[in-house]
T-cell receptor, first 113, second 113 residues
Framework: DADVTQTPRNRITKTGKRIMLECSQT?????MYWYRQDPGLGLRLIYY???????NKGEISDGYSVSRQAQAKFSLSLESAIPNQTALYFCATSADSINQPQHFGDGTRLSIL | DQQVKQNSPSLSVQEGRISILNCDYTNSMFDYFLWYKKYPAEGPTFLISISSIKDKNEDGRFTVFLNKSAKHLSLHIVPSQPGDSAVYFC????????????FGKGTKLSVIP
């Protein structure tokens, strides 16, 4: 089983719909992150959380919200989806100590028509 | 402005030869650098990292070199194998911990049998 699991893996939806992407992890890590990747670009940070009571905006948080329901679960919501939010979304986790790498899920491909 | 740059979108190398992937950065506050490998339809996989207090780190066939004065790092893969064919991302972070990674756009490596 994957250590970082994202659901759904693929989603097609319409403009204006509310969408939730879910991430769960079995690594026991406190830190969790949401990134998006657009074609030909690197990953950009949307939100991150260092524990259940901690939520922080990343580089591109506008139009998104997150919820950290438990140490193992971190969900990303698009309140009213728009076509330029079409992208590949990745969840990641890392241990809570200095210079620890982030470990990624396999991504959710989201298309907004 | 891109703070982490991978100027070669693609690289082709013969099996058994050395692959050298390059990365430049502009933010002098970056102190932890990582390389990730990504196969299609999978999330990025952590490969190797280096702290700014070192200039070299090795892990099997993979070696990362850091030249702080030039703000340049490189990943060497020796010998290259067909299974190394993937997109390689360089990433960097500031301060303690690996949160808020800044990614380059990636370099697609093709290892030709």
């Amino acid at each position: 089983d994957a250590d970082v699991t994202q659901t759904p893996r693929n989603r097609i939806t319409k403009t204006g719909k509310r969408i939730m992407l879910e991430c769960s992890q079995t690594k026991g890590h406190d830190r969790m992150y949401w990134y998006r990747q657009d074609p030909g670009l690197g990953l950009r940070l949307i939100y991150y959380s260092f524990d259940v009571k901690d939520i922080n905006k990343g580089e591109i948080s506008d139009g998104y919200s997150v919820s950290r329901q438990a140490q193992a679960k971190f969900s990303l919501s698009l309140e009213s989806a728009i076509p330029n939010q079409t992208a590949l979304y990745f969840c990641a986790t890392s241990a809570d100590s200095i210079n620890q790498p982030q470990h990624f899920g396999d991504g959710t491909r989201l298309s907004i028509l | 402005d891109q703070q982490v740059k991978q100027n070669s979108p693609s690289l082709s190398v013969q099996e058994g030869r050395i692959s050298i992937l390059n990365c430049d950065y502009t933010n002098s506050m970056f102190d932890y650098f990582l390389w990730y490998k990504k196969y299609p339809a999978e999330g990025p996989t952590f490969l190797i990292s280096i702290s700014s207090i070192k200039d070299k780190n090795e892990d099997g066939r993979f070696t990362v070199f850091l030249n702080k004065s030039a703000k340049h790092l490189s990943l060497h893969i020796v010998p290259s194998q067909p299974g190394d064919s993937a997109v390689y991302f360089c990433a960097a972070s500031t301060g303690a911990g690996s949160y808020q990674l800044t990614f380059g756009k990636g370099t697609k490596l093709s290892v030709i049998p």
